[in-house]
């Protein structure tokens, strides 16, 4: 396994926006799926959106139509755009990226909401 380069997040008021960016290792080939998780204190780490390599993106119920995932192949990066942001939303984000052979994580951006 290797190591995310994760960047963004911080501390936003209740209908704000937030943009999270990602970058693989030069290590990294053959990306298949990329995604984001979050985690809130007290809280199992949960899925918020994935992407295919195809572009194919997938999304939890309570993000839907105010987060968009996004990823550049070439660049190797994913990103997070969150907008109308909830305090239900404050919770460490962690990008993930999967090949046939290896899976990687970001070291976590804390997203604070301010009701």
């Known amino acids: 396994q290797g190591q995310l380069v994760q960047s963004g997040g911080g501390l936003v008021q209740a209908g704000g926006s937030l943009r999270l960016s990602c970058a693989a290792p030069?290590?990294?080939?053959?990306?298949?799926?990329m995604g984001w998780y979050r985690q809130a204190p007290g809280e199992q780490r949960e899925i918020v959106a994935t992407?295919?390599?195809?572009?194919?993106?997938n999304y939890a119920d309570f993000v839907k139509d105010r987060f968009t995932i996004s990823r550049d192949n070439a660049k190797k990066t994913v990103n997070l755009q969150m907008n109308s942001l909830k305090p239900e939303d404050t919770a460490v984000y962690y990008c993930?990226?999967?090949?046939?052979?290896?899976?990687?994580w970001g070291q976590g951006t804390r997203v604070t909401v301010s009701s």
């Open positions: 993930n990226m999967k090949t046939t052979i290896n899976t990687y």
């Open positions: 030069r290590s990294a080939y053959s990306i298949n799926s």
């Open positions: 992407i295919t390599k195809e572009g194919r993106t």
